[in-house]
T-cell receptor
Framework: KNQVEQSPQSLIILEGKNCTLQCNYTVSPFSNLRWYKQDTGRGPVSLTIMTFSENTKSNGRYTATLDADTKQSSLHITASQLSDSASYIC????????????FGGGTRLMVKP | DGGITQSPKYLFRKEGQNVTLSCEQNLNHDAMYWYRQDPGQGLRLIYYSQIVNDFQKGDIAEGYSVSREKKESFPLTVTSAQKNPTAFYLCASIRTGQYNEQFFGPGTRLTVL
């Protein structure tokens, strides 16, 4: 069964600190992996997308890594800001009919002043 | 502005009533999706449609119905048969290409009174 597991479930950090969120997946066949940011009560917004041949991708203070061999990904947030408080969702896309996505449960990040 | 719109943002329903959630996109995307999100859980697929006049059940289709009469529109009806309809509903569409990137609407929060 295709699964995406994220850790930790929730995280509290102080403003200005760095943090790393983890994502492990067992989705097959693998097409690409995305990280989304979802503010409370809003739709998810894409941060990064990586195929199996890309092992790192940055978007401002967000840097995602992908190890297709171990089926792990991480999202590193540098110099956190209060506006980074949100849920971060790891999503894996498979190569099959319907472009199916498997969603992780998300990591709820709270940045405190 | 191109994008996905959902309406209404908040919806209240009495038990036993059907209710229809709107989803419109002007991105010229072929595929559209409906997801349900419950607190602390990953998004779960309700229905998806890859082309006009065709749609497929997702993982949790029971108690829901959809139609796809136009490329731009993919309304979701939550019927009285859905036993636990209170949730956050997200509509999405896919831009086919290298990444098959999925774009999300702002969501509709449905509360059954």
């Amino acid at each position: 069964k295709n699964q995406v597991e994220q850790s930790p479930q929730s995280l509290i950090i102080l403003e200005g600190k760095n943090c790393t969120l983890q994502c492990n997946y067992t989705v097959s066949p693998f097409s690409n992996l995305r990280w989304y940011k979802q503010d409370t009560g809003r739709g998810p917004v894409s941060l990064t997308i990586m195929t199996f041949s890309e092992n790192t991708k940055s978007n401002g203070r967000y840097t995602a890594t992908l190890d297709a061999d171990t089926k792990q990904s991480s999202l590193h947030i540098t110099a956190s800001q209060l506006s980074d408080s949100a849920s971060y969702i790891c999503v894996v896309n498979t190569y099959n009919a319907g472009n199916m996505l498997t969603f992780g449960g998300g990591t709820r990040l709270m940045v405190k002043p | 502005d191109g994008g996905i719109t959902q309406s209404p943002k908040y919806l209240f329903r009495k038990e036993g009533q059907n209710v229809t959630l709107s989803c419109e996109q002007n991105l010229n995307h072929d595929a559209m999706y409906w997801y349900r999100q419950d607190p602390g859980q990953g998004l779960r697929l309700i229905y998806y449609s890859q082309i006009v006049n065709d749609f497929q059940k997702g993982d949790i289709a029971e108690g829901y119905s959809v139609s796809r009469e136009k490329k731009e529109s993919f309304p979701l009806t939550v019927t009285s048969a859905q036993k636990n309809p209170t949730a956050f509903y997200l509509c999405a569409s896919i831009r086919t290409g290298q990444y098959n990137e999925q774009f999300f609407g702002p969501g509709t929060r449905l509360t059954v009174l």
